[in-house]
């Protein structure tokens, strides 16, 4: 592989996590946080929230309805065999046809790849590293990041359920409540 071949990267896409609560959620990252909810999609089975942490930069959120996750907290840097293991890591590109170079690429590495996955405000692939860390490419169709929320689109808001939280910010665009959290009695420990 040349030069020309290597990928155009420009940051994490974004990064998903699961929660069992996606209202308590929005109103953290949104309410307190400051995040901006930038998307949502959702169907009978799950949602999939995104929140702005800088252009073309989420943390998204993945609910999925019926499925009961076990609470528990810990500081950083903790190690515990009940953290919850993150969902996805999703790398930035700048276009479909990067996209469709990266995906040629991995497969003449050997590796197997989707197909594109036409999301409505982005497009992706999904591989694995050889850890079985699941990883997907995407670019913004629609750049969520960069606009006023408009939560009326359809394109970038289709979860025709939301939370309560949302139904909030779409009437007078703010939250009846935020959430407070704790600290736990456990010492901060620097791992390095």
């Known amino acids: ?28 990252w949104h309410g307190v946080l400051g995040a901006r909810l930038v998307a949502h999609l959702g169907n009978d089975s799950f949602r999939h929230y995104f929140f702005e942490f800088g ?38 590109l700048p276009d479909e046809h990067a996209l469709e170079r990266l995906q040629a ?41 960069g606009r006023i929320a408009d939560y009326d689109d359809p394109t970038l808001f289709s979860d025709p359920d939301p939370v309560p939280a949302v139904r909030e910010l779409t009437g007078d665009g703010r939250l009846a409540f935020v959430p407070q959290t704790t600290l736990t009695a456990d010492e901060i420990i620097d791992p390095a």
């Open 55 to 92: 252009n073309e930069q989420t943390v998204a959120f993945f609910e999925y309805k019926g499925v009961a996750l076990e609470q528990f907290q810990l500081p950083a840097g903790m190690p515990d065999r009940r953290k919850a293991q993150f969902d996805h890591l999703s790398f930035n």
């Open 105 to 145: 690429r991995l497969k003449s590495h050997g590796c197997e790849v989707t197909d594109i996955v036409d999301h409505g405000f982005v497009r992706s692939i999904y591989f694995n590293d050889p850890n079985g860390i699941a990883l997907e490419a995407s670019w913004w169709v629609v750049d969520p990041t």
């Open 1 to 28: 592989m040349t030069e020309i071949d290597r990928p155009s990267w420009r940051g994490i896409s974004h990064v998903a996590l699961i929660t069992g609560d996606m209202d308590a959620t929005t109103r953290f």
